[in-house]
């Protein structure tokens, strides 16, 4: 992690415009209270800083930055990109982002911009420069913040300048040899032959399906775009502000899927990332360990920071839950048990107008007289008690592969069935490793698998002959590999592979399916052969037949009624094991505790359905962090010191119903007890 950021940063986002200058002096106070160490500062203020096309205003922010470097307060500096003034967009039209049904999205929220657009990029760089050079050398200054969630509301627009950018994209992807583009695009299905690129348009409403790869492309084009303009930005920030790191914030969690994070993580100095749980769901926390697990595989392994979450309800979903007591800090110190080396929300005062006025604040509408405000106290306490854990980072035997353009491939559309969902399989295989104490990388199927010795490939509907190979020859040289189904279906161009499915994988897993069986909507069967009595399997079966696998699991009923609905191979010194249906999470634990017991792999001590565990390890030591989620106390075997309380732990730790523990762990005291 940079030296130029606090160790275990708290903070978040400070928007001092909104506010009266009286309010100012008491922002810095409460900081102070409350322990706040770095602030983001301003990410939406373009209109203040160039209120018009000719003119600047520095001195309020002059001000700001100044009067934070008093308080001891760092500044992670955003470049304000993020959402133009109303005079850009008023002078240049053309520069609004379409949506592919033709409407024209127009200014009074935010991101009203096209991606691709010249007219944005040109004043973008300027106040982009004018920022580096007036504040390069500023003391305050920590960090620089490039726009903000880019893509998040204007992630794919279809406009004309669009389609020139597209096409210009498309001649370098393909080497201006349109044949190669029909080849891939498969253009002899429907008459869509081109002869030329400039006929090429992006997929616009269409009276059908558009074409699946003009699709995938579209999607790899347009997150490619929006990369750019990072790119652009940080190469002036690193010209005329050596030394400052710089980071742009990711949106690593279930329902943003519209960048190739995995790809974008390594053009940062440093990964940030928000997170917001969906209020809707109860098992929030799971999503949360695996999208936090996920942006560690985006920053390579690395420490990476959280830049935004929330203390307690959104604004922005359809009943906007409030945080109960002590998931704030529960949630907060997950994320740093995944390794998050900063704990950053959205916002640090809740604004009173505006489009998020009803989103919460670290400090509240209510003040500092409420719980909110008094768990935020607590948890900058909690955050200084482990702060010595900053820096190290899990380091895990297991991984889950995921990658982006799969997820884009898997969602496309005249699919077998509406009910195969990309993140699913994924997100149900790491609760169960999770809850069976098995710490998990989420990585790209491109990355070095030597040192894991359980691979688990879920959904991977599109994968290349490089990533195949490597996953076969993880499990030739001693892993187990676990292959869910609609995996190995097709390669880059969204073409599926002859021969039988899955593909890519067949002869590693020794099967072939003759024919893909879906199941109807609420339609359940049974499968037996994991372990006593059967469990529940919905969505998918297959007519699947064995080529030197064997059965370990069989359908009881359905379209695949007596057929293999799990398999296992002998791969080299490894296995291959292949999952034909969706297994209940009863037959996802039962599988997941196999597959554990055949590695052999390291079970974290205490671990549970409610019981989080995590290790985070550095060049001499060592944290144990226990998130216990449940409504009863967990107790962890585990020697050395409890952080958050001081206590020494011998033999056993005692965590109650909702409460948190990070220990660095006596490694000689547990051998010692082995």
């Not at 200054?141 to 210009?168: K, P």
């Not at 926390?285 to 420490?303: I, K, N, V, W």
């Not at 997820?407 to 969902?421: A, E, N, Y």
């Not at 076969?472 to 073409?495: K, L, M, P, Q, R």
Request: proline share 5%.
């Amino acid at each position: 992690m940079p030296t130029s950021l606090p160790a275990l940063a708290f903070g978040g986002d400070y928007n001092p415009e909104q506010w009266p200058a009286a309010a100012h002096e008491e922002d810095r106070t409460l900081m102070g209270e409350a322990g706040v160490d770095l602030v983001t500062l301003g990410v939406f203020s373009w209109a203040w800083l160039q209120p018009t096309p000719d003119t600047w205003d520095f001195a309020w922010l002059d001000e700001q930055m100044d009067g934070l470097h008093a308080a001891g307060i760092k500044v992670d500096l955003a470049t304000a990109t993020a959402s133009p003034p109303p005079w850009l967009t008023h002078r240049h039209p053309e520069m609004l982002p379409v949506t592919h049904d033709g409407r024209t999205l127009f200014p009074g929220g935010r991101q009203a911009f096209c991606p691709s657009s010249p007219v944005y990029r040109e004043h973008a760089l300027a106040l982009c420069t004018a920022l580096a050079e007036r504040y390069h050398d500023h003391p305050a200054l920590a960090l620089w913040h490039v726009s903000n969630e880019l893509g998040c509301h204007n992630a794919r627009c279809y406009c004309d300048v669009s389609a020139a950018a597209f096409r210009t994209w498309l001649r370098r992807r393909y080497g201006e040899d349109v044949a190669r583009l029909n080849d891939a695009w498969g253009t002899a299905f429907w008459s869509q032959r081109y002869d030329d690129f400039e006929q090429v348009l992006p997929p616009r409403l269409a009276p059908t399906h558009a074409n699946p790869t003009q699709q995938l492309d579209f999607l790899r084009f347009s997150s490619d775009q929006l990369l750019d303009n990072f790119v652009v930005e940080r190469d002036v920030l690193h010209r005329i502000s050596p030394g400052v790191p710089v980071t742009t914030n990711f949106m690593v969690m279930r329902q943003t899927m519209e960048m190739d994070y995995l790809r974008w993580g390594r053009e940062l100095d440093v990964v940030s990332n928000d997170h917001y749980l969906i209020a809707a769901e109860e098992s929030g926390h799971r999503e949360l360990a695996f999208s936090a697990d996920l942006t560690r595989g985006t920053a390579d392994g690395r420490p990476w920071l959280l830049m935004e979450h929330s203390t307690s309800a959104v604004n922005w979903q359809p009943r906007n839950r409030a945080k109960r007591p002590g998931e704030m800090v529960r949630n907060s110190l997950a994320h740093v048990a995944h390794g998050a080396d900063a704990v950053l929300f959205f916002q640090w005062r809740a604004s009173r107008a505006g489009a998020e006025k009803f989103h919460s604040g670290l400090l509240p509408h209510a003040g500092t007289d409420t719980r909110q405000w008094r768990e935020v106290v607590e948890l900058s306490r909690v955050l200084d008690a482990v702060e010595e854990a900053a820096g190290s980072t899990p380091r895990n035997e297991a991984a889950v592969l995921f990658d982006y353009e799969a997820w884009w491939g898997c969602q496309l559309d005249s699919h077998p069935s509406i009910d195969v969902s990309y993140r699913d399989r994924a997100e149900d295989l790491h609760r169960a490793l999770s809850a069976q104490g098995v710490g998990v990388d989420v990585v790209h199927p491109g990355t070095d698998l030597s040192g894991y010795r359980l691979v688990v490939v879920p959904t991977l509907y599109l994968v290349s002959d490089e990533h195949a190979a490597a996953i076969a020859a993880a499990a030739e040289a001693g892993a187990t590999v676990v292959v869910t189904y609609f995996s190995g279906i097709v390669d880059e161009n969204d073409h599926v592979r002859l021969g039988g499915y899955p593909g890519a994988f067949r002869d590693l897993l020794g099967v072939r399916t003759t024919e893909l069986l879906p199941l109807l909507a609420g339609e359940t069967v049974q499968v037996d052969g994991l372990g006593t009595g059967t469990v529940t399997a919905d969505t998918w079966a297959e007519d699947l037949e064995l080529v030197g696998a064997e059965a370990v699991a069989t359908h009881l009923g359905g379209p695949a009624s007596g057929l293999p609905a799990v398999t296992r191979r002998e791969v080299g010194e490894g296995t291959a094991w292949y999952v034909a249906t969706r297994l209940d999470a009863v037959g996802t634990d039962r599988l997941v505790e196999r597959l554990v017991a055949e590695t052999g792999i390291e079970r974290l001590p205490g671990a549970g359905p409610l019981v989080e565990v995590t290790r985070r390890v550095g060049e001499d030591a060592q944290w144990l962090f226990v998130i216990n989620h449940g409504h009863a106390q967990a107790e962890v075997p585990v020697h050395g010191v409890e952080l958050v309380s001081g206590a020494d732990v011998t033999g056993s730790l005692v965590v109650p119903a909702g409460g948190v523990a990070v220990v660095r762990e006596d490694v000689t005291g547990q051998d010692r007890e082995a």
